[in-house]
């Protein structure tokens, strides 16, 4: 393949336009990320699919990236310097994502509904209380906070912490970064991680990050202190951004199309369709970096993945391919078969995913409940997105309350 790769936009701007450009191009098509990394872009739906359970493709890149060095790019440290069940293939992926797992049953998330509906109630009560006719930034006021301090809550984060370890993950999924920023990016995240464990370890609680911690001191080999920092920073960054993105684009939709939003308020048991029709359209993760070939893989029309490539995986591409839902891009609770792989797909599928769709049951129908007036303050061409190939948002939701 000697066709120069396909710069990635960073912008956030042209994601799902540029993956209708990569689709059609052809099953995998070489791109350049930032710091000049060179992956196979991967967004047509049954692609996507095959390679995300196929035996040649590892997320570990310390055995399957050739020439890897830790920590030598500074962007990727959350995605592929971690050691964590994210990076982590056949046993030892099973092994973290057990320990985890178990707090993430059906029974136990649902056991977190009164948690969820404490901390909404408590933010519409303070936008309530607000100056009327001004408008509000509700991610800021409202979307954000709620994942974040349910995840913040579960792991036991002290609250003099929170701000300072919630802006380092932010920056995670901003991929215009300098490196200057990246790498700062990279301590304040492993700073705010460490500072958590030696909290926890000199007053262990009721949370899991104290449990993290006991599981490693019950068993050393079982889980090293990389693998705890690690696990804290995949969880609570994952346990936050994702719903987020989730509510801020599922009240974008309701607020642009006035019929289906009447359609759910008359019967609410449709938010359900709202959420998974919003995860479809617009899924909080559209690429996640980096998976690697560990063997050559044959794609056919003539594109093959050869063993070390990395290769960039397009969760949200999958749901906009037509082939896989017909007119993709058009927003609809009504849709039949609808497919998505918004949580991932195969053994990396997302452990926090019933949160994030129970986090999204109580905040939306909260929300309109209290606000059934509620509109945008700008049009919505006008909403900036965030800067990011990783992940799908918007900086700032301005709305106004009615």
Same mark, same amino acid.
């Given at each position: 393949m000697t066709d120069a790769p396909t710069i990635l936009d960073t912008s956030g701007s042209r994601l799902h336009d540029q993956a209708d450009r990569l689709r059609a191009a052809g099953p995998a098509v070489r791109v350049r990320l930032p710091a000049g990394v060179v992956a196979w872009s991967v967004t047509r739906g049954e692609v996507v699919r095959r390679l995300l359970t196929h035996p040649h493709v590892s997320k570990d890149?310390?055995?399957s990236w050739p020439g890897y060095q830790p920590f030598a790019?500074?962007? &990727?440290?959350?995605?592929?310097?971690?050691?964590?069940? &994210?990076?982590?293939?056949?046993?030892?992926?099973?092994? !973290?994502?057990?320990?985890?797992?178990?707090?993430?049953?059906?029974?136990?998330?649902?056991?977190?509904?009164?948690?969820?509906?404490?901390?909404?109630?408590? &933010?519409?009560?303070?936008? %309530?209380?607000?100056?009327?006719?001004?408008?509000?930034?509700?991610?800021?006021?409202?979307s954000y906070p709620i994942p974040s301090g349910v995840i913040c809550d579960l792991f036991g984060v002290p609250a003099g912490q929170r701000p300072a370890m919630?802006?380092?993950?932010?920056?995670?999924?901003?991929?215009?970064?300098?490196?200057?920023?990246?790498?700062?990016?990279?301590?304040?995240?492993?700073? %705010?991680?460490?500072? !958590?464990?030696?909290?926890?370890?000199?007053?262990?609680?009721?949370?899991?990050t104290t449990l993290l911690l006991a599981a490693r001191e019950d068993d050393g080999d079982r889980l090293t202190m990389d693998e705890v920092v690690s696990t804290l920073l995949l969880m609570i960054g994952a346990g936050s951004e994702t719903a987020v993105s989730l509510i801020d684009h599922a009240t974008v939709a309701m607020l642009t199309h006035p019929g289906q939003l009447a359609a759910v308020l008359a019967a609410p048991a449709r938010w359900t369709d709202v959420i998974e029709e919003s995860l479809r359209r617009d899924p909080p993760v559209m690429h996640l970096p980096l998976r690697f070939a560990t063997a050559d893989i044959d794609l056919g029309e003539g594109v093959t993945i050869a063993a070390g490539d990395?290769?960039?995986?397009?969760?949200?591409?999958?749901?906009?391919?037509?082939?896989?839902?017909?007119?993709?891009?058009?927003?609809?609770i009504d849709r039949h078969d609808r497919r998505h792989l918004a949580f991932g797909h195969g053994m990396h599928f997302c452990l926090g995913a019933p949160l994030a769709r129970l986090e999204a049951a109580v905040a939306l129908p909260a929300l309109f409940g209290r606000f059934p007036g509620l509109r945008l303050a700008v049009e919505p061409g006008a909403l900036r997105p965030l800067p990011s190939f990783t992940g799908s948002d918007v900086l700032a939701l301005p709305v106004l309350l009615a």
């Open positions: 890149a310390r055995t790019i500074a962007w &990727l440290t959350a995605w592929v310097d971690v050691v964590s069940m &994210l990076t982590a293939d056949g046993d030892d992926h099973r092994r !973290l994502k057990n320990l985890v797992g178990r707090a993430f049953t059906g029974r136990r998330v649902e056991a977190m509904r009164p948690a969820v509906e404490r901390i909404a109630a408590g &933010l519409l009560d303070e936008l %309530a209380g607000l100056p009327p006719g001004e408008p509000v930034d509700l991610r800021a006021r409202y919630l802006a380092a993950i932010d920056l995670v999924l901003d991929n215009s970064l300098t490196a200057e920023r990246a790498a700062a990016m990279r301590e304040g995240i492993y700073a %705010a991680m460490h500072e !958590l464990v030696e909290t926890k370890r000199a007053a262990p609680g009721d949370d899991l990395p290769i960039l995986i397009g969760f949200g591409a999958h749901g906009r391919d037509p082939l896989v839902n017909p007119d993709p891009g058009r927003f609809d």
